[in-house]
């Protein structure tokens, strides 16, 4: 199967977005101010969250977005059935420390499930997108060449090798309740990694397994959850319970969480 227009459309989006952000990226001087809950954010993603919910209102008029910067500012939209998440720029610490490892991030959310979503690292020219419908893919990009998607390749995560699991643990948010969880796994290898490209490495069989004890928003997760999904894997919390989305009493804030590829559900 192929990804459907409502995916590659979602992808589309994603990339131009990203190309916002490679402008930013290439000045030599980034200008970052401080939110009410300490976190940086700069131009970059205030410029492109406002492109992308721009054309999510044309592809798709009347549905709610829960997006970071918009729900920072105070101005959350009252969510329904059917939503999206936006996370612009996830990983402005990476951003900011020009390692690459930044994602743009769009999801589409139905019945409280990450059906479609797509994750895209423009620095690293890597767009990974995601439908419960057709599957996963990765389609590799160049700055400044609209994608083309007849040339993504479907991806799938693996079953781990016999010699043990590949871990990956994000590179800014490490901690010690995340090497005690993965103290009971026969964990061969670490890679580190920023921003939601962790779950795209899970889904695409380059790791295994990705446990996130830090907090977390819906929007930094769900896009990946739906790639990873795809894929074949799973994201639930760490006490296995089903990790689901539009939790507005809580403010959209996630419980912590284990992603994981196929067979290692210890």
Not at 140 to 165: H, V
Request: glycine share 10%; with cysteine.
């Amino acid at each position: 199967m192929t990804a459907t227009p409502a995916l590659t459309a979602l992808a589309d989006i994603a990339w131009h977005a990203g190309e916002i952000i490679l402008k930013h990226y290439r000045d030599e001087a980034i200008e970052t101010r401080r939110k009410d809950d300490h976190s940086p954010v700069t131009a970059a993603d205030e410029d492109a969250e406002a492109f992308i919910l721009a054309r999510l209102a044309e592809i798709a008029p009347g549905v709610p977005v829960i997006a970071e910067e918009e729900t920072a500012a105070g101005r959350v939209q009252q969510i329904a059935e059917r939503f999206f998440l936006v996370d612009p720029l996830d990983g402005t610490k990476e951003f900011l420390n020009r390692n690459g490892e930044f994602t743009v991030n769009i999801a589409e959310i139905v019945g409280g499930v990450p059906v479609r979503g797509v994750v895209f690292a423009p620095a690293k020219e890597r767009l990974f997108m995601g439908e419960l419908e057709t599957g996963a893919y990765e389609l590799a990009t160049k700055p400044g060449a609209p994608p083309d998607f007849s040339q993504a390749r479907a991806i799938s995560a693996c079953e781990p090798g016999t010699d043990g699991l590949i871990a990956v643990a994000s590179r800014s948010h490490r901690d010690t309740k995340t090497e005690e969880y993965l103290a009971a796994y026969p964990v061969k290898d670490f890679v580190a990694a920023g921003s939601s490209l962790k779950f795209c490495l899970v889904a695409a069989g380059e790791a295994d397994i990705y446990p996130r004890h830090g907090r977390t928003m819906e929007w930094d997760t769900a896009a990946g959850h739906a790639v990873l999904a795809a894929a074949g894997g799973s994201v639930t919390t760490i006490d296995g319970k089903p990790f689901v989305y539009g939790k507005a009493g809580e403010k959209f804030a996630n419980p912590y969480f284990v992603a994981r590829g196929l067979g290692n559900k210890v």
